[in-house]
């Protein structure tokens, strides 16, 4: 054997040997480190010292990756020893069995950079998370397999698809468990069970034993539920901890809003995992806040009373595409509740582009003075971290873009639904053509004798909101929360075209089980149902601001305030590397925002029209800098303020506007608006 080859051996050797050592010291030091619960000192064990931890709520797939470092530095410079946050089923499970982890959706690379950063975390592993998220996280090809299936018990189709999904996610999570020399401190099971109706024990004990099964036999498993005795009757379930939510009242008493938990809980530390300094917003209602001073106050008691505290949120972020979710509020409808502007009180209630919270840390990631103020209180039980606090990212006001018109909906159809339509005699439901989000055109074409007298078409079944157009010319607007009938007069042989918004799903409530969405119910004219229908499931991103230029028209027809649902398109240049912005358009009136750079980005919904949110939040890594050009599409539903060149435009801003509220809701009929005009096409 020559010296070489000797010495290369010996060089293999050692290095064998040093792997070896530093797997058995880091598989030591995971095997000594525990977090446990002490039930008879009332506290958390981490490795073997008590321990109390301030947490705070941010979402993954709501806040850009490329951001997730500066939100989770600005959150452990607040002096926060851990993050909460959900994983929505939905947002990896987009298709039975079609999973995706990858780029945005890698939570495992948050998990760690939460680690990196030193933050400990808090799992909600659901299936259900509510979070306003669409459908509370659930997929929505749930509904196609089942429509008739109950939601979050021993459903045996439910059931089914939950434990694919559990099995998948969870050994996810199992090698990133604290004793295994991971962040994660605990894993909750479901979200506030014990606020649904099904009150099913054998459900909730069966998702305990599949999490204790696949995370291990020291794994914490907890629950949550709110602050009423009642919800403790369903929501917990034997060998998980249970713990409370609450936020702020007038007259705060932490004792009386942990009585609940400590009736189930006799020992053990208390825990509110939603402690709230802010609350979510609804399209049409006032922007929610809860006062600084209040809240910081609430949160010295609750720290002073030794409680381990979330606080949901902390970095709320934003909605992008169509993830919002809605709530349904059935018993507000006869409370005479109001919104915004005096309409009728809605029972859905959808949530907006931005789920800014009214947190801490803006859906821009801003700095904000309830964030000082919250890091002065937790200043007072710990040493806060030596690190100054990271600055605020960077916005620039880009100015006015303008916009030209591109194509009707109808124009594009090819475009937006490249397969070509479903034949169906009567309408189906978006769920059962397995369109999940977005948008669906239903077309029919008037056969047989028709009468010159007015006759009522109803939409009954419209779920959530539609753009009736004959031979497309907009005629009115059906929403779920108002009108669902018109007078009209029909000719042989004229198209009707009817596009349904998915405004989101509901995610909370009893109302989750009928989430049907599209037209769930037959249309019918004079009382006869109209039968031979075309459904077109249209895909928003496959539009391309180049391809229909000038093909069709120079413009949308217009009746009244109506214009035909249609693309408008500019171009943004940014001369050097972008910035966070704002883009404004109030002038416009409801739609969906998306941007095209070196690829599409479906921002989100828009809808000053009724508010609060008027501004939408484009962060940099939307935009891309020149020559790229940054094209801007707007796919408005209800009225372009395009009448002439110089109101056509958009404008991006460097504040946001989420406050605001400009024009009054059109929830019910104004038996004017929509006269019926006889336009050639």
């Not at 295994?180 to 099971?189: D, E, K």
């Not at 006062?291 to 505290?309: E, I, Q, R, T, W």
């Not at 037209?519 to 499931?537: A, E, K, R």
Request: net charge neutral; aromatic share 14%; hydrophobic share 35%.
């Amino acid at each position: 054997m020559t010296e070489k080859m000797a010495a290369t051996r010996r060089w293999i050797f050692l290095s064998c040997c040093i792997v070896c050592l530093l797997s058995a010291c880091q598989l030591s030091q995971a095997q000594n480190r525990t977090f446990e619960i002490d039930y008879l000192g009332n506290t958390f064990v981490k490795d073997g010292k008590a321990f109390r931890y301030v947490s705070g709520s941010i979402h993954y797939m709501r806040v850009p990756k490329e951001y997730w470092r500066d939100r989770l530095e600005k959150m452990y410079a607040a002096g926060l020893d851990a993050i909460q946050f959900y994983i929505p089923w939905n947002y990896h499970e987009p298709e039975i069995g079609q999973y995706n982890f990858e780029g945005q959706r890698d939570f495992v690379q948050f998990i760690k950079l939460a680690q990196e950063v030193g933050l400990l975390v808090l799992i909600r592993a659901g299936p259900y998370i509510c979070g306003e998220w669409e459908f509370g996280g659930f997929p929505a090809w749930l509904l196609r397999e089942n429509p008739k299936m109950v939601l979050r018990k021993m459903d045996p189709t439910y059931i089914k698809y939950v434990d694919t999904w559990m099995d998948k996610l969870l050994p996810m999570l199992t090698p990133l468990m604290y004793e295994n020399g991971g962040p994660i401190l605990m894993v909750q099971i479901e979200n506030e069970y014990g606020s649904y109706f099904a009150c099913d024990h054998d459900y909730m004990a069966h998702l305990f034993i599949k999490a204790r099964q696949i995370l291990g036999p020291r794994s914490i498993i907890y629950t949550t539920d709110g602050d009423l005795q009642s919800n403790f009757q369903c929501g917990p379930t034997p060998g998980a901890y249970a713990t409370t939510d609450f936020g702020v009242t007038l007259f705060f008493n932490p004792q009386k809003s942990f009585q609940p938990q400590r009736d189930y809980e006799p020992f053990g530390p208390l825990v509110n995992s939603e402690f709230y300094p802010g609350w979510l917003d609804h399209w049409g209602y006032p922007h929610s806040t809860v006062n600084l001073d209040v809240f910081s106050k609430a949160l010295d008691l609750l720290l002073d009373y030794g409680a381990n505290v979330n606080m949901y949120m902390f970095e709320g972020g934003t909605n992008f595409g169509f993830w919002n979710g809605a709530d349904y509020d059935a018993a507000g409808s006869k409370s005479g509740s109001k919104n915004l502007k005096g309409a009728n009180y809605a029972p859905y209630q959808a949530v907006p582009t931005s789920y800014d919270y009214d947190a801490p840390l803006t859906e821009a990631g801003d700095i904000t003075d309830k964030y000082i103020a919250i890091r002065q209180v937790i200043s007072k039980y710990k040493q806060l971290p030596s690190m100054p606090i990271p600055k605020n990212t960077t916005k620039t006001a880009y100015g006015k873009v303008e916009m030209s018109f591109m194509a009707t909906v109808q124009d594009a159809l090819q475009t937006l639904c490249p397969k070509g339509p479903i034949k169906s005699q009567y309408p189906l439901t978006m769920e059962a053509i397995g369109q999940w989000q977005g948008f669906v055109l239903y077309r029919h074409t008037l056969l047989g004798d028709t009468p010159s007298e007015p006759k009522t078409l109803d939409l009954s079944g419209v779920r959530d909101r539609a753009y009736l157009m004959i031979n497309q010319v907009p005629q009115g607007i059906f929403d779920r929360n108002g009108q669902k009938t018109m007078n009209l007069t029909l000719k042989v042989n004229e198209t009707i075209d009817i596009l349904v918004e998915n405004m989101g799903h509901i995610g909370f409530g009893s109302e989750m089980n009928n989430n049907s969405k599209g037209l769930i119910s037959n249309v019918t004219f004079g009382g006869s149902i109209l039968t031979g229908w075309s459904i077109f499931p249209l895909t928003v991103e496959n539009f391309k601001p180049s391809s229909l230029s000038g093909i069709y028209r120079d413009k949308p027809f217009r009746n009244g305030n109506l214009t035909t649902p249609s693309f408008y398109v500019g171009k943004l240049h940014v001369p050097k590397e972008p910035s966070d912005t704002f883009l404004d358009m109030s002038a416009w009136g409801k739609g969906q925002n998306l941007i095209m750079s070196s690829s599409m980005i479906n921002v989100g919904r828009y809808w000053p029209y009724v508010g609060p949110q008027v501004r939408l939040y484009v962060p940099k890594p939307f935009l891309a800098p020149s020559p790229t050009i940054n094209y801007i599409i707007m796919f408005e539903l209800e009225q372009a303020p395009c009448d002439t060149a110089d109101k056509c435009t958009v404008e991006f801003v460097d504040q946001a506007l989420i406050n605001a509220t400009p024009h009054k809701p059109n929830f019910e009929r104004e038996e004017t608006k929509f006269s019926r005009k006889r336009i050639s096409v």
